[in-house]
């Protein structure tokens, strides 16, 4: 299969090429040895990455750490993603996922829900407003 062997075989230098091969690690379910790549790719600088792929690749660090169970490590990846990429809302979305593995389901609720609350009014039909009114009172 040349594909698998690709992976393997290919020299990897760059913090592309790192978030390449931890990308088909993760297609392939080698999550450990995607979180060794996506690890790379944060100590050479993510911003070495082409704009259009940062915040994927926070995404795809933190649900792997998520995956293996490094669930504090991942809370602060997809933490530092939302900082730095408000707008995509797959970070929030990973980052509740996240907060609930780890027993939070409070704070996992809120990420979810608040994260909901910014796609356009109309989406909810007028009840943005009941919807605002429950997020603060989420009990576990």
């Known amino acids: 299969m040349p594909g698998k062997n690709k992976i393997k075989k290919q020299k990897v230098e760059t913090a592309l090429g790192w978030y390449e091969k931890a990308c088909g690690f993760d297609r392939k379910g080698l999550e450990k040895k995607a979180e060794t ?76 829900f608040k994260s909901c609350l910014e796609m356009p009014e109309k989406a909810y039909d007028g009840y943005d407003r009941a919807i605002k009114f429950y997020i603060p009172r989420l009990k576990r």
């Open 37 to 112: 790549c996506y690890a790379k790719v944060y100590e050479l600088g993510w911003r070495g990455l082409p704009e259009k792929e940062r915040a994927g690749f926070f995404v795809g660090y933190g649900s792997t750490l998520r995956n293996n169970k490094k669930l504090k490590l991942s809370t602060e990846i997809l933490r530092e993603g939302v900082k730095r990429f408000p707008s995509y809302p797959a970070l929030k979305i990973f980052l509740a996922l996240t907060l609930h593995s780890r027993g939070q389901f409070k704070e996992a609720a809120n990420v979810l």
